[in-house]
């Protein structure tokens, strides 16, 4: 998921340096969007780890 977070944010500055405004904040958006969910996941991870022991 950090991939994919990571791919829509190279797209988004792709697409703002060649003027693409609305293409550049709808990826930036998605990007922002898999990355919390990404941190979530990851933090619940960490913790059922912890529990477990």
Do not use: K, P
Not at 11 to 23: E, L
Not at 40 to 53: H, K, Q, S, T
């Amino acid at each position: 998921m950090l991939y994919w977070a990571l791919v829509f944010f190279i797209v988004a500055i792709v697409a703002a340096v060649f003027g693409f405004g609305g293409i550049a904040s709808a990826t930036a958006g998605i990007a922002q969007i898999l990355f919390f969910i990404f941190v979530v996941l990851f933090a619940v991870a960490l913790i059922a780890n912890f529990v477990r022991g």
